[in-house]
């Protein structure tokens, strides 16, 4: 390509560099603007005003403005400042600025051509890449005079440093503007060439040019000074480099392992992780002999972590540990590099799994975070940490949930847990178009290749003069290394060794445990960790990556006010902090040169640090005192909690696709029948299991658990405040359980409990009725039966009922106007989360609030339904979300649920188009049956537990029938009895033979209500008519009780872990046994039926 200047070219190459200064840096100037465009102005101050962390918070722009001295018109002034006003009264010219000049003009000059071949797009940086790359190789060349190391006396160590320009990273920074210049050319038919291809080059060439290259720095001269910015950081941190190796080559060959014999530097990779303190990163160098990995931070974190390693090691674990060798140099450091290709057997994978789990109760006691995938090697059967800057990060409380007002007390359990040092599987989660994504980074589980969860921006038609930046799911960088090999080459999942896992977890707390007071005295393995600086994740990297990204839109590059507007997207944050207005401005200071902002926290006294420039900015606990209390507040009920999470969390991520697989159990036919009271004792002691995992806050309460997202993905979670497996769910079940059994302690959790739903709906109410609010969005509050509001709505009902508690039936009835609004937002429809189970809930509002207006919205919830049908050429059914838009048969997500609950409606207000409603969906139903198995075809693609066809309450023949039952229990409904004894009949059969009818008796593998075997019992005893199958029953319960009470019980969970929400897991196990112990006191929740004492409805 031709780099030569044409005639005529531009002029010398000044820049208004006036306007690339950021609003601190005008305001610094001495002088007022002098000529102001003020509509100009006023329209760039809305743009302002528009923010969302101005516009959607209790802060408004006038108080970011007060901060800095400025009014709105002050501030409109400088927005439409002219050009030439802010020439006039511009400051001293800046070092970037004479940098830019120096760089360009000397590539010029002296036709410097270090780079060979072209350069794409960077054609337009050229001569600053030229300059820099000349200005660092002549410093380099006078810093080499007089080195006697064979390292540093080789002639090629220069070319190793000048190799590691970055000029990815710079691409990033410049390509959107050059794709919109490129974009503008072609529209302007400013290219040659006969394909896209070729125009494309010619762009390229066009670029290398300075008639073309000047006037685009001129206009993009905020990008012109992050270039060279940028570049400038490059040459100081490779001076840098350079001076640390030459000052530390020896120590390097007999401090570090593999680098005794290290004679020539073969290649240099600069640039391993973010780029933070003025450009500086992580590198690789690789020698002739050993590989080093250079580290520009203080590795005294990483030296006192080491002596914790061997002082372990030295009490004779299982197992041994490993770490890192670490060479501490100051500011810097020098570590081993680990290889990662060493197989193991089936025994080392073992030992692998139990060191992981080791390794997290580690870093539990620490008070660690942040440790993902890039941060864990695997050494052959050694997980080694390789990234220890966030150990003893003691203050997690941004990371946990607030709801408005009031902190969620298990969200605070679950941040202060193992769970959140990033080492155990915890996906995200997140929806759009294409379906639901995930992602996890965790240290044992995640690994390079994943999708991204949200769609990012990527370059179509690359090369080409049609190239343009759109948004979609991308595969990220394959790294894999966090996982062991085995002799086969294929990556260990630790998830499928979780009893190791868990077991070296369980001895390493021990350890902590037994010896805290050795641990944590003067001179023991904590004192190494005394004055030193944690980093302090304030928010999540990509938070930041996504934001600086973003500032490199051409719009925020021609004016510094308007990059200055995109990074102040960072003011919201930081919400709870009273230094938060200093922190945002750190991270703005830092996000403006490029770098991804730092915090530190010194370990000693809890001072918060900006890193650029390194100063205090506010007062945190002491992480060291933090973590000397949790070494000494270890104990047994604390182990086995963070056991629980550790297998639960690792249990979640194997019930996924073809992973998925549900526990199992059998017992031989009892000679015994159930008693009821072996189901009230059963019930109770379930109970009081639960009761034992609730976390109690001073004015919270909560428990964590297992929870189904999108019916496909499992995570550990904070209980929810709703129905399904939510407090709300929980609560009802305990207090079924208190009022068969009379425990008194349990119906006092349980009065509590309600006050606490009581105040989480008053919250919800009052931000929903606030005037200024947002509308309700049906994203946030969907409506269905079993979900946050129409889930507590019933609860409190309920309770209302049972207990006279009056005050507890208000905050239900002032809910109804909140679903009113969101009804035709609905598309689930369906029992669980969309009208069908809104309408049941209303019926069962209306026995014990007559007249209040429950009817009113179940009708509503009705018209909706009617409005959303899909018709067939047999019967009407309605699309499931979750079911790429087909429509479902079934009880919880399909037609049956809709039909029971317009059934139940008709009752009580009769309506033709009801009675047509249920006619159709029972008529779309059945046209699924197939003729040879009897059974109702499961139309669902995938399904939990990875069967063909599930027997369930949610899914199959079970929930059916249940369905046909309610809908017999009702007067008017206009279907054929015959018809409906006769699906009924059919559902029983089907149900019974799922493993009831052999001995031994297996049911469908776990216990719980929603898609195990209590709730299937209970839906045998509901809707069975055959003699032999009724007088099998009290036989089938013993079986289970049996089962549940010698192997424990099963939740309808991965591998049947324990966990206490209402459907899937202890609390409806509890619920059910209670019911069977006494079905006229406990009402059935499978049907939503109302309060007994009210509106009862049983099939015949």
């Known amino acids: 390509m031709n780099n030569a200047t044409p005639a005529g070219a531009s002029s010398a190459p000044e820049l208004p560099w006036h306007l690339s200064s950021t609003l601190s840096e005008r305001l610094s100037w001495n002088s007022e603007p002098g000529t102001t465009d003020l509509e100009r102005g006023a329209r760039r101050l809305?743009?302002?005003?528009?923010?969302?962390?101005?516009?959607?918070?209790?802060?408004?722009?006038?108080d970011w403005l007060a901060v800095r001295d400025l009014t709105a018109e002050g501030f409109t002034a400088l927005l439409g400042e002219t050009e030439p006003s802010l020439r006039e009264r511009r400051g001293e010219e800046p070092e970037w600025h004479r940098t830019f000049v120096q760089w360009w003009e000397a590539t010029r000059r002296e036709h410097?051509?270090?780079?060979?071949?072209?350069?794409?797009?960077?054609?337009?940086?050229?001569?600053?890449?030229?300059?820099?790359?000349?200005?660092?190789?002549?410093?380099?060349?006078?810093?080499?005079?007089?080195?006697?190391?064979?390292?540093?006396?080789?002639?090629?160590?220069?070319?190793?440093?000048?190799?590691?320009?970055?000029?990815?990273?710079?691409?990033?920074?410049?390509?959107?503007?050059?794709?919109?210049?490129?974009?503008?050319?072609?529209?302007?038919?400013?290219?040659?060439?006969?394909?896209?291809?070729?125009?494309?080059?010619?762009?390229?060439?066009?670029?290398?040019?300075?008639?073309?290259?000047?006037?685009?720095?001129?206009?993009?001269?905020?990008?012109?000074?992050?270039?060279?910015?940028?570049?400038?950081?490059?040459?100081?941190?490779?001076?840098?480099?350079?001076?640390?190796?030459?000052?530390?080559?020896?120590?390097?060959?007999?401090?570090?392992?593999?680098?005794?014999?290290?004679?020539?530097?073969?290649?240099?990779?600069?640039?391993?992780?973010?780029?933070?303190?003025?450009?500086?990163?992580?590198?690789?160098?690789?020698?002739?002999?050993?590989?080093?990995?250079?580290?520009?931070?203080?590795?005294?974190?990483?030296?006192?972590?080491?002596?914790?390693?061997?002082?372990?090691?030295?009490?004779?674990?299982?197992?041994?540990?490993?770490?890192?060798?670490?060479?501490?140099?100051?500011?810097?450091?020098?570590?081993?590099?680990?290889?990662?290709?060493?197989?193991?057997?089936?025994?080392?994978?073992?030992?692998?799994?139990?060191?992981?789990?080791?390794?997290?109760?580690?870093?539990?006691?620490?008070?660690?975070?942040?440790?993902?995938?890039?941060?864990?090697?695997?050494?052959?059967?050694?997980?080694?940490?390789?990234?220890?800057?966030?150990l003893l990060h003691s203050d997690k409380t941004d990371a946990v949930a607030k709801v408005e007002g009031t902190t969620d007390i298990s969200a605070i359990a679950l941040a202060d847990s193992v769970h959140s040092t990033g080492i155990l599987p915890n996906p995200i989660i997140m929806r759009d178009d294409d379906g639901v994504h995930a992602l996890d980074m965790s240290g044992a589980v995640g690994k390079g290749g994943q999708q991204t969860p949200m769609a990012v921006p990527i370059w179509e038609n690359g090369d080409t003069d049609s190239m343009r930046l759109v948004k979609q799911h991308a595969a990220m960088d394959d790294a894999e290394h966090n996982q062991a090999v085995d002799e086969d080459g294929n990556h260990v999942d630790i998830a499928h060794h979780r009893a190791s896992v868990v077991a070296g977890f369980a001895e390493i707390y021990s350890l902590f445990q037994d010896h805290a007071e050795a641990?944590?005295?003067?001179?023991?393995?904590?004192?190494?960790?005394?004055?030193?600086?944690?980093?302090?994740?304030?928010?999540?990297?990509?938070?930041?990556?996504?934001?600086?990204?973003?500032s490199t839109h051409p719009d925020f590059l021609r004016d510094g006010l308007d990059r200055d507007r995109s990074l102040s997207r960072l003011h919201l944050g930081h919400e709870s902090r009273t230094e938060r207005v200093v922190m945002i401005e750190s991270e703005i200071a830092e996000l403006t040169v490029g770098d991804v902002p730092v915090f530190t926290i010194d370990t000693s006294t809890g001072v918060l640090y900006g890193s650029t420039p390194p100063r205090p900015l506010g007062q945190r606990e002491r992480p060291i005192t933090d973590v000397t209390n949790r070494i000494r507040d270890m104990g047994d009920d604390d182990r086995l909690r963070q056991q629980w999470i550790v297998d639960a969390a690792l249990a979640a991520?194997?019930?996924?696709?073809?992973?998925?697989?549900?526990?199992?159990?059998?017992?031989?036919?009892?000679?015994?029948?159930?008693?009821?009271?072996?189901?009230?004792?059963?019930?109770?002691?379930?109970?009081?299991?639960?009761?034992?995992?609730?976390?109690?806050?001073?004015?919270?309460?909560?428990?964590?658990?297992?929870?189904?997202?999108?019916?496909?993905?499992?995570?550990?979670?904070?209980?929810?405040?709703?129905?399904?497996?939510?407090?709300?769910?929980?609560?009802?079940?305990?207090?079924?359980?208190?009022?068969?059994?009379?425990?008194?302690?349990?119906?006092?959790?349980?009065?509590?409990?309600?006050?606490?739903?009581?105040?989480?709906?008053?919250?919800?109410?009052?931000?929903?009725?606030?005037?200024?609010?947002?509308?309700?969005?049906?994203?946030?509050?969907?409506v269905g039966g079993f979900n946050e509001v129409a889930g507590s709505i019933y609860v409190l009902s309920h309770a209302a009922h049972r207990h006279g508690r009056q005050d507890w039936l208000e905050p239900a009835l002032r809910l109804m106007p909140l679903l009113d609004r969101l009804v035709d937002q609905d598309t689930n429809l369906d029992i669980i989360s969309g009208c069908a189970g809104l309408m049941l809930v209303m019926e069962s509002l209306e026995a014990v609030a007559p007249g209040q207006g429950a009817l009113d919205l179940a009708h509503r919830a009705a018209r909706r339904l009617l409005a959303t049908r899909k018709e067939f050429a047999e019967g009407w059914g309605w699309v499931s979300p979750m079911n790429d838009g087909a429509a479902l048969n079934g009880y919880s997500h399909g037609a049956a649920g809709v039909a029971a609950a317009f059934a139940r409606l008709n009752a009580l207000s009769p309506n033709e188009r009801y009675r047509e409603a249920i006619?159709?969906?029972?008529?779309?139903?059945?046209?699924?049956?197939?003729?040879?198995?009897?059974?109702?075809?499961?139309?669902?693609?995938?399904?939990?537990?990875?069967?063909?066809?599930?027997?369930?309450?949610?899914?199959?023949?079970?929930?059916?029938?249940?369905?046909?039952?309610?809908?017999?229990?009702?007067?008017?409904?206009?279907?054929?009895?015959?018809?409906?004894?006769?699906?009924?009949?059919?559902?029983?059969?089907?149900?019974?033979?799922?493993?009831?009818?052999?001995?031994?008796?297996t049911g469908t593998g776990n216990h719980s209500i929603c898609h195990g075997d209590v709730g299937n019992l209970l839906?045998?005893?509901?809707?069975?008519?055959?003699?032999?199958?009724?007088?099998?029953?009290?036989?089938?319960?013993?079986?289970?009780?049996?089962?549940?009470?010698?192997?424990?019980?099963?939740?309808?969970?991965?591998?049947?872990?324990?966990?206490?929400?209402?459907?899937?897991?202890?609390?409806?196990?509890?619920?059910?046994?209670?019911?069977?112990?006494?079905?006229?006191?406990?009402?059935?929740?499978?049907?939503?039926?109302?309060?007994?004492?009210?509106v009862r409805h049983g099939g015949n």
């Open 919 to 1001: 006619a159709r969906a029972l008529a779309f139903e059945n046209s699924t049956i197939d003729a040879e198995s009897e059974l109702w075809t499961d139309l669902r693609p995938a399904n939990p537990g990875g069967r063909t066809v599930m027997n369930a309450w949610c899914h199959g023949a079970p929930g059916i029938g249940l369905a046909r039952h309610m809908i017999l229990g009702t007067e008017g409904h206009g279907v054929d009895r015959a018809v409906l004894r006769s699906d009924r009949e059919r559902a029983s059969r089907i149900l019974y033979r799922a493993g009831w009818d052999s001995d031994p008796i």
């Open 112 to 390: 410097l051509h270090r780079f060979r071949g072209d350069l794409q797009l960077l054609e337009w940086a050229r001569p600053l890449l030229e300059g820099a790359l000349e200005e660092l190789a002549v410093e380099l060349n006078a810093r080499s005079e007089g080195q006697t190391d064979p390292v540093l006396k080789d002639p090629q160590i220069l070319e190793r440093m000048l190799d590691t320009v970055p000029m990815q990273h710079l691409l990033t920074l410049m390509q959107r503007a050059l794709v919109l210049e490129l974009n503008v050319f072609r529209v302007e038919g400013r290219l040659t060439g006969e394909d896209p291809g070729q125009r494309f080059q010619d762009f390229c060439r066009q670029l290398s040019t300075d008639e073309v290259a000047l006037p685009l720095w001129r206009e993009y001269c905020v990008l012109a000074r992050l270039v060279v910015t940028q570049l400038r950081f490059w040459i100081d941190t490779q001076l840098e480099l350079f001076t640390a190796l030459a000052d530390d080559i020896e120590l390097i060959r007999s401090e570090i392992p593999g680098m005794a014999d290290a004679g020539r530097l073969e290649s240099i990779s600069i640039g391993e992780g973010d780029r933070h303190r003025n450009g500086r990163s992580v590198g690789i160098l690789r020698f002739d002999q050993g590989t080093v990995v250079y580290k520009p931070r203080n590795l005294g974190m990483d030296v006192a972590y080491n002596g914790l390693i061997d002082w372990i090691n030295a009490q004779d674990p299982s197992h041994d540990l490993r770490s890192v060798a670490t060479l501490h140099r100051g500011e810097h450091g020098w570590a081993q590099f680990l290889e990662s290709d060493q197989a193991v057997g089936a025994a080392g994978a073992e030992r692998f799994a139990w060191r992981t789990g080791a390794l997290a109760a580690v870093l539990y006691a620490l008070h660690a975070t942040d440790f993902h995938f890039e941060n864990v090697m695997a050494s052959g059967e050694y997980p080694v940490l390789v990234d220890l800057e966030t």
């Open 46 to 62: 809305e743009m302002w005003s528009e923010l969302k962390c101005f516009n959607e918070t209790d802060r408004d722009l006038s």
């Open 519 to 550: 641990l944590v005295a003067p001179g023991g393995p904590m004192a190494a960790f005394e004055r030193l600086h944690t980093r302090h994740i304030a928010r999540a990297t990509h938070i930041y990556g996504t934001v600086l990204l973003e």
């Open 653 to 782: 991520t194997t019930m996924i696709g073809k992973e998925a697989r549900w526990p199992n159990w059998s017992q031989p036919v009892p000679s015994d029948p159930v008693g009821s009271g072996d189901l009230e004792e059963q019930s109770l002691a379930i109970a009081k299991r639960i009761q034992s995992l609730l976390i109690r806050g001073e004015d919270t309460m909560g428990w964590l658990g297992l929870d189904l997202v999108d019916e496909t993905h499992w995570i550990l979670t904070p209980a929810p405040i709703g129905f399904y497996n939510g407090i709300g769910g929980i609560t009802h079940a305990l207090d079924a359980v208190a009022s068969v059994t009379g425990d008194l302690t349990l119906a006092e959790d349980v009065e509590r409990l309600y006050d606490y739903v009581v105040r989480r709906m008053q919250i919800l109410l009052d931000t929903n009725e606030d005037p200024g609010a947002p509308p309700p969005s049906i994203d946030l509050i969907p």
């Open 1019 to 1094: 839906m045998l005893d509901t809707i069975a008519t055959n003699p032999d199958v009724r007088e099998q029953l009290p036989y089938l319960w013993k079986a289970v009780l049996t089962d549940g009470a010698e192997n424990g019980w099963l939740c309808g969970v991965p591998h049947g872990v324990e966990t206490p929400g209402l459907m899937t897991g202890l609390a409806g196990i509890a619920w059910g046994l209670a019911r069977k112990a006494s079905p006229t006191t406990v009402g059935d929740l499978l049907q939503l039926d109302a309060p007994r004492g009210g």
